[in-house]
Nanobody, 123 residues
Framework: QVQLVESGGGLVQAGGSLRLSCAASGRTFSRYAMGWFRQAPGKEREFVAAISWSGGSIGTADSVKGRFTISRVNARNMVFLQMNSLKPEDTAVYYC????????????????WGQGTQVTVSS
């Protein structure tokens, strides 16, 4: 069982930056691939970025490539999403998720989810 708690969301102007954090419970955190997803009102949940258990494999959605960076620190049971050059279209609830298998871009690949943190980018 893994429990995930996101933090770091907020209101930021376009062009600004935010760093999201996801704290995981459990001693087996390092065995899980981790991902970030987001969901805007009226839209489906979409993949943002993911990282393998070792950090050696990373995937990033084209819409955020070059602006967002995912990272993890297994010793602290933490995963991060650094978001730079934010745009109004990045506005969404951002979710952290854990997968007991390899990371993927589809939500059904993930076994555990956090409650989400709101990111709002004003123009």
């Amino acid at each position: 069982q893994v429990q995930l708690v996101e933090s770091g969301g907020g209101l930021v102007q376009a062009g600004g930056s935010l760093r999201l954090s996801c704290a995981a419970s459990g001693r087996t955190f390092s065995r899980y691939a981790m991902g970030w997803f987001r969901q805007a009102p009226g839209k489906e949940r979409e993949f943002v970025a993911a990282i393998s258990w070792s950090g050696g494999s990373i995937g990033t959605a084209d819409s955020v490539k070059g602006r967002f960076t995912i990272s993890r620190v297994n010793a602290r049971n933490m995963v991060f999403l650094q978001m730079n050059s934010l745009k109004p279209e990045d506005t969404a609830v951002y979710y952290c998720a854990a997968s007991a298998t390899n990371w993927g871009t589809q939500p059904d690949r993930y076994d555990y989810w956090g409650q989400g943190t709101q990111v709002t980018v004003s123009s």
